[in-house]
Each structure stands twice: as structure tokens, then as C-alpha cells.
């Protein structure tokens, strides 16, 4: 276990997943008082494509047990006004920006992290390989061929540590990661979300505005830590482990299967100090000189 | 009261202190202890023990707004309407005296003063359908205190959903609408709202409401028509109640769309597309 993503140390091993948690927009729901003790190691931005999308038709949300289908559409200003309205907010936060990226071609991938790789408030890349490359029709980061090329080409645009997200949607995550490591990259984080869908009570309608989106939560758990086992077992680069956790012990269980880091996500919806009690609760077992297999075992 | 009040960060517990069955609805009291005192409009994301315990459902937090609000012992008593229509409203209307809610909030775009909706209005026109007649309560009573007048118009389905009638008081110069007709006028609220807006007053008024998205919609477009400025609060599902899930989406007029929950509940009615969100009212 190390605190770091390539060259990027951090204090504790709790990150935020990518979209699930606005600082800007928390800022405003819930003052300065975010920013005196802001749950987070470093802080990773919702994904910005190159041109702003407006997201998708609602409905975009679907409680589930214990989870919940979430369809979006990243809806974000684009690469233009991310950089020139949201960063020089996300630059105030206490902690190191990991800013998440995505295209559905090179080129969009090229332009997207030459853009924030000159900035210095952006601590390190991570890259949204879950959608199609339209050239090739294929989901980047179900193939690892083309998770590889896309990595390898990106990797020398860059000086700063890149994170692959991995898609849980595929045969086997860990073939996918090893090419994103032999791309280059610093570290691989996982999961994202399961492809699912709803029908709407009572008719055969599909329930989201957009037909299916993703599963998250603690009903993706043990899915998420059999991934985080089978790919970790086989990268040497920093593992952020994140599907379901809720809580410290969740957390534990991640780092217990070969995660460095891991990503509090939807429980940030339930609790926005989700994070603070995760943190905190891997911190105390840590200051109290327990490791983290008594933290498994209690409750 | 047209500025927003942070929440403390992160969610808290709280403890129900007073319960009350309603017209069909349950009104319940909370004490939230060293929290703020929300503006009318507000909202807080609800939850209690038990949340997941029926087949992993509820999993997320519910939304309401708050239906009146006193400073008490440090703190603030908070009470909510709700009725039980799902596995969520179903535990939290359950919740008797001395039992523990778990609360984020206050939260959200809060409504604005008369005079910021629209410049010179002489008082207010208040409009509330069915469980939705919570901000209107607490927008009522602020408006009251300060000597505004507002005209206060509720519409109701039928005597078993019209709960949170007493949060207005003597329903002296209160407004009735029923749609079984067993009292008031027989219809709906918005046929009160038509007559409201007759004559030459349209232009010169603040229109507040809250409730179903039929009656918004309803009240939406009357104003349009009648050259009226309206605040609607609106619902929409939502996860989180701060900005992070984007789950809350509004069609904006101008194209594009706002997240409910940090851009909102408050609306104006010329700012959305539609008071018709796909998604609100999924229990």
C-alpha cells in the first residue's frame, strides 16, 4: 500500500470517485466550512469532454436495492469553460486536482489532456475510457489493445501521473489494466459502473431518459472486489479501489485485496462526510497501531 | 429570506420530538440541534434508521421541504408534511416521539422577497396543492411577520389529502379549492389562481407555488399568459441534495438544464421549459 499515484503523494489513501461528489456546488450548499476539513486526499473533477454536453433526457436516477442506476450523460462545460470558469474554484480546495477526461476519438483525448496537462493547478490526469471509440465502434476500455494505444499516445503528451479508469464491463479487467501500466500509465482506478437498466412501474418503458445507465453502490461491492482482487494480483502501479464503500471496513476490505487508494462514490450521495468517516475510520485504526485485518474483522 | 442558508456539512442526527396524523399526512417535529434556521424554500434530505432494511430499499435519502421552522434550545424545530406513498415516506411517516431522523440541509435556492420577484409588487399571491403546501406554510407565516400582505389560495383533492391545513393558521382569508367540491370552491386551485390574476393586477404580482407538477405546470402557464412573475418550488428525484449527482435535472427554456437541488427547488417560471420533469412523483 502507498499513498502516492506515480509522482503524486497524498495523505491519506480516500479519494472521491469521479462524479459523485461537486465541490464547487457543495461549496455553495455548504460554505468554507467544506474547505476546513475537506474529506479528500486530492480531489477528482466529473469528466469534461471537449465540447460541453448538456447530459442526458430525465430521468436520469432509479433507486435500486441497496444502489442505485444513474444515466447522466456527463453533462459539463466542455474543455474551454472547465478550464476558465471551474478550475480556478477547484484550485482553492486544500487538496491536489486529479481532473477526469474523455473523448470518443484520439484526437478529442489529445486535445483534452494537452489542455489541462499546462496547467498547474491539475495535479494529475485521469482518463474515462468507458465509451465507444467511434472509429473503431469498440469501448476503449473493454479492449486492451486500445486501451494501450490510447494510453501509449497520451502518455507522452503528459508529464503528469494518469490514472485509467477501468470498466467493469468486460471479460477481464485485469488484461485491460496491464495495457493501460505497459501504456504508461501511473495507476488504474476501478470500478466504474455496471451497465444496467429499469422499467418503468407498471410498463414495459424503459425508466431512464436515456434507456440504461450504471449500477453503483453497495450493491456492486462484491463485484467491485473481485476486480480489485484479479487486478491487483497482476499491476505493479497504484490501484484506487472503489465500487460500494461506505464505510472504513468497506475501505479495508479494498486495501486488504491489493488497493492503494480507495474512492468513496455513491454513499457521498447518502452522507456528504461520507468521506470524512471513511477517512477517519482507517486513520484511527491506523493511529490506535491496529492493521487493518483487526479492522475486518470488527463491525 | 431570499438568501440562502448554508448547512453544516455532512449529514447529522436529530430527534423527533412531536408527531401529528393530518388529513391523511403526518406532520412530524424535529429538534436539529446547533443547526441553522432555514429560509422559506429550503430543503433537507431525510432519513431514519431502518433506511435499507426492506430489501435494500430505501437506499437514498428523500427529499422535503421544511413546512415550519422555530428557533428552540440552541437549535431549531423543524417540522415536515409528508404522506406515506413509498418505502421511504412509509418509514419516515412511521416515526413516532423520541426517535432518531437523520438530516442534510438546509439546502437549496430558497424563495426571494416580493420585490425581487417582481419590482414594486404589492404583496404576494400564494398558491399550494396537496402535500406541497409546505413552503407555502412557511413562506406564509414569514410574509406575515413582516407585514406583507399575501393572498393565499390551497387546493386539495379531497378531505383524506389535505393535511397541513392547521399550518396556516384560522384559515381566515385562505382560499379553498376541493376537488371532491365538499368544500371551498369545487376544482381546482389554479381556477382560484385565473380569477386572482383578473383585471390589470396580473402584471404587478408575485406568484408563489408549490405542488404537484400538473398544478405548477397549470400555474406556469396562467402566468405566462396573464403577464404574471412566478416562483414555483419544484421536486425531482434526487440522490444527494447538493450538486453531486446531477441526478435532479430541470429543462431549462433557454436550453440545457439545471440541477434542481443546488440551482433550486425555487424556480422562476420563465427560467424551465416545463414544470412537467419526467422521473418526480417516483416513490
Given at each position: 500500500m502507498r499513498?502516492a499515484?506515480?509522482?503524486?503523494e497524498?495523505?491519506?489513501p480516500?479519494l472521491?470517485g469521479?462524479?459523485t461528489f461537486?465541490?464547487i456546488a ?6 468554507d ?9 486530492a480531489?477528482?473533477?466529473k469528466?469534461?469532454t471537449p465540447e460541453?454536453?448538456?447530459?442526458n433526457?430525465p430521468p436520469?436516477l432509479?433507486?435500486?436495492p441497496?444502489g442505485?442506476i444513474?444515466s447522466?450523460g456527463?453533462p459539463n462545460?466542455?474543455?474551454?469553460g472547465?478550464l476558465?470558469a ?5 484550485a482553492?480546495?486544500p ?9 470518443t476519438d ?6 483534452l ?6 496547467r498547474d493547478e491539475?495535479?494529475a490526469?485521469?482518463l474515462?475510457?468507458?465509451c ?5 465502434g469498440?469501448i ?18 503528459t508529464?503528469?501521473p494518469l490514472?485509467v479508469k477501468l ?11 496491464l495495457?493501460?501500466e ?6 488504474v482506478s476501478l ?20 434507456g440504461?445507465?450504471?449500477?453503483s453502490g453497495p450493491?456492486?461491492?462484491?463485484v467491485a ?5 484479479r487486478?491487483?494480483?497482476e499491476?505493479s502501479?497504484a490501484v484506487?479501489?472503489?465500487?460500494g464503500?461506505?464505510t472504513a471496513r468497506?475501505a479495508?476490505?479494498f486495501i486488504a485485496l ?5 474512492a468513496?462514490?455513491?454513499?457521498n450521495?447518502?452522507d456528504?462526510a461520507a468521506?470524512?468517516?471513511v477517512?477517519?475510520?482507517l486513520r484511527n485504526?491506523?493511529?490506535e497501531g491496529q492493521s487493518l485485518?483487526l479492522?475486518l474483522?470488527s463491525n | 429570506?431570499?438568501a440562502r442558508?448554508l448547512a453544516?456539512f ?7 420530538v412531536?408527531r401529528?396524523?393530518?388529513g ?12 441553522p434556521e ?14 435499507g432494511?426492506d430489501g435494500g430499499?430505501?437506499f ?7 413546512a ?9 424545530r423543524l417540522?415536515?408534511?409528508?404522506d ?9 411517516a412511521?416515526l413516532g ?5 437523520t438530516?442534510?440541509?438546509?439546502l437549496?435556492?430558497?424563495?426571494s422577497?416580493p420585490?425581487e420577484?417582481?419590482?414594486?409588487a404589492?404583496g404576494?399571491?400564494?398558491v ?7 413552503p407555502?406554510?412557511?413562506l406564509r407565516?414569514l ?8 393572498r393565499?389560495?390551497l ?6 389529502h ?7 393558521g384560522?384559515?381566515q382569508e ?9 368544500r ?10 385565473q ?9 404587478a404580482?408575485a406568484v408563489y407555488?408549490?405542488g404537484?407538477?400538473?398544478m405548477?405546470e397549470?400555474?406556469r402557464?396562467i ?9 414555483l418550488?419544484m421536486?425531482s428525484p434526487?440522490a444527494?441534495?447538493?450538486g453531486a449527482c446531477?441526478?435532479?435535472?430541470v429543462p431549462l427554456s433557454?436550453?440545457g438544464?439545471m440541477?434542481?437541488c443546488?440551482?433550486?427547488?425555487v424556480v422562476?417560471?420563465?427560467?424551465i ?6 422521473g418526480?412523483?417516483?416513490?
Amino acid at each position: 500500500m502507498r499513498l502516492a499515484i506515480g509522482s503524486l503523494e497524498l495523505a491519506h489513501p480516500v479519494l472521491n470517485g469521479s462524479g459523485t461528489f461537486d465541490a464547487i456546488a457543495a461549496r455553495r450548499a455548504f460554505g468554507d466550512a467544506l474547505l476546513e476539513d475537506f474529506p479528500f486526499s486530492a480531489f477528482v473533477s466529473k469528466t469534461i469532454t471537449p465540447e460541453p454536453r448538456a447530459g442526458n433526457p430525465p430521468p436520469r436516477l432509479y433507486e435500486t436495492p441497496s444502489g442505485m442506476i444513474n444515466s447522466i450523460g456527463l453533462p459539463n462545460k466542455g474543455l474551454d469553460g472547465f478550464l476558465a470558469a471551474d478550475l480556478p474554484q477547484l484550485a482553492e480546495l486544500p487538496v491536489p486536482l486529479i481532473v477526469s477526461v474523455m473523448a470518443t476519438d484520439r484526437a478529442g483525448f489529445e486535445r483534452l489532456v494537452d489542455g489541462v496537462s499546462e496547467r498547474d493547478e491539475v495535479a494529475a490526469i485521469e482518463l474515462n475510457v468507458s465509451c465507444p471509440n467511434v472509429k473503431s465502434g469498440l469501448i476503449v476500455g473493454e479492449q486492451p489493445a486500445e486501451t494501450l494505444a490510447l494510453v501509449s499516445a497520451l502518455r507522452e503528451r503528459t508529464q503528469k501521473p494518469l490514472v485509467v479508469k477501468l470498466t467493469p464491463n468486460t471479460a477481464d479487467p485485469a488484461a485491460v489494466a496491464l495495457a493501460a501500466e505497459e501504456g504508461g500509465a501511473d495507476g488504474v482506478s476501478l470500478i466504474n459502473t455496471l451497465r444496467a437498466t429499469a422499467l418503468a412501474p407498471g410498463t414495459g418503458d424503459a425508466w431512464l431518459g436515456a434507456g440504461s445507465g450504471g449500477l453503483s453502490g453497495p450493491a456492486v461491492r462484491p463485484v467491485a472486489l473481485e476486480q480489485v482482487r484479479r487486478v491487483a494480483a497482476e499491476v505493479s502501479v497504484a490501484v484506487i479501489g472503489m465500487g460500494g464503500i461506505e464505510t472504513a471496513r468497506d475501505a479495508a476490505e479494498f486495501i486488504a485485496l491489493g488497493a492503494d487508494l480507495v474512492a468513496v462514490g455513491t454513499a457521498n450521495f447518502r452522507d456528504p462526510a461520507a468521506g470524512i468517516r471513511v477517512r477517519d475510520g482507517l486513520r484511527n485504526s491506523v493511529v490506535e497501531g491496529q492493521s487493518l485485518d483487526l479492522n475486518l474483522r470488527s463491525n | 429570506m431570499s438568501a440562502r442558508v448554508l448547512a453544516p456539512f455532512g449529514a447529522r442526527a436529530c430527534e423527533v420530538v412531536a408527531r401529528r396524523e393530518t388529513g391523511g399526512y403526518v406532520v412530524f417535529t424535529a429538534l436539529d440541534d446547533g443547526g441553522p434556521e432555514p429560509a422559506p424554500g429550503q430543503f433537507y434530505m431525510l432519513s431514519t434508521d431502518g433506511w435499507g432494511s426492506d430489501g435494500g430499499r430505501p437506499f437514498l435519502p428523500r427529499a422535503f421541504s421544511v413546512a415550519a421552522a422555530e428557533p428552540a434550545q440552541g437549535g431549531v424545530r423543524l417540522e415536515f408534511l409528508l404522506d406515506a406513498v413509498g418505502p421511504g415516506t412509509a418509514l419516515l411517516a412511521a416515526l413516532g416521539k423520541g426517535a432518531r431522523l437523520t438530516l442534510t440541509g438546509p439546502l437549496g435556492r430558497p424563495f426571494s422577497d416580493p420585490d425581487e420577484v417582481n419590482r414594486g409588487a404589492p404583496g404576494a399571491i400564494l398558491v399550494g396543492g396537496g402535500i406541497g403546501i409546505a413552503p407555502i406554510a412557511i413562506l406564509r407565516r414569514l410574509l406575515q411577520a413582516r407585514g406583507v400582505p399575501a393572498r393565499t389560495l390551497l387546493g386539495f383533492r379531497d378531505e383524506a389529502h389535505s393535511g397541513g391545513l392547521e399550518l396556516f393558521g384560522s384559515c381566515q382569508e385562505v382560499g379553498l379549492a376541493f376537488e371532491d367540491g365538499h368544500r371551498g370552491h369545487q376544482g381546482y386551485v389554479t381556477d382560484l389562481l385565473q380569477v386572482a390574476l383578473k383585471g390589470d393586477g396580473a402584471a404587478a404580482a408575485a406568484v408563489y407555488a408549490c405542488g404537484p407538477p400538473a398544478m405548477l405546470e397549470a400555474v406556469r402557464l396562467i402566468c405566462a399568459d396573464r403577464g404574471a412573475r412566478a416562483e414555483l418550488a419544484m421536486e425531482s428525484p434526487m440522490a444527494c441534495g447538493y450538486g453531486a449527482c446531477f441526478g435532479c435535472a430541470v429543462p431549462l427554456s433557454d436550453g440545457g438544464y439545471m440541477r434542481l437541488c443546488v440551482d433550486g427547488p425555487v424556480v422562476r417560471a420563465n427560467e424551465i421549459e416545463t414544470a412537467l420533469v419526467a422521473g418526480a412523483g417516483h416513490r
